[in-house]
């Protein structure tokens, strides 16, 4: 009989993956809600990409600073991804509005959701997360 007490081998299980590491974004004080974005470059796929974070309702979330319509750069100015109204934020490109908090398109030609980025706040401090995908850039 085998030790889990059933005549079946169990499978093993699988390996945890390891946690990614955070990497020093910015300081809390740097994003104002509503306002400018803190621009950052990441490898994406192989890439070396721009990203941006931002500050919505109080939290920090941070994306790809690539539209879902075309893989071209949003910001109509530098860093600005906000509409005028403050609840979007818009491709200066094409017009393609996007859910702050979730990156989902609600208006444009967008074809999806933004890619985000994971963060969050430590000691006065924004970190961002690494991920399969989305590395830091080595210099």
Known sequence: MHPTGSDRP?????????PQPWHALCRLA???DGGEAVP???????QTCRAFAIRYRGRVYA????????????????NRFFDVTGQFLVC???GALFE????????????????????????????????????????
């Open 30 to 32: 740097d994003l104002v």
């Open 92 to 94: 200066g490109s094409h």
């Open 100 to 139: 702050p908090h979730t990156g989902r398109c609600v208006g444009g030609p967008g074809r999806g959701p933004l890619v985000a980025i994971a963060v969050c706040e430590r000691d006065g401090v924004v970190f961002w997360q690494s991920q399969y995908e989305l590395q830091p850039v080595e210099f």
């Open 10 to 18: 169990q499978a093993a299980a699988a390996p945890a993956e390891p």
């Open 63 to 78: 994306y790809l600073n690539r539209c879902s319509h075309v893989a071209m750069e949003m910001d109509w100015m530098p």
């Open 40 to 46: 950052f470059d990441v490898r994406y796929r192989g």
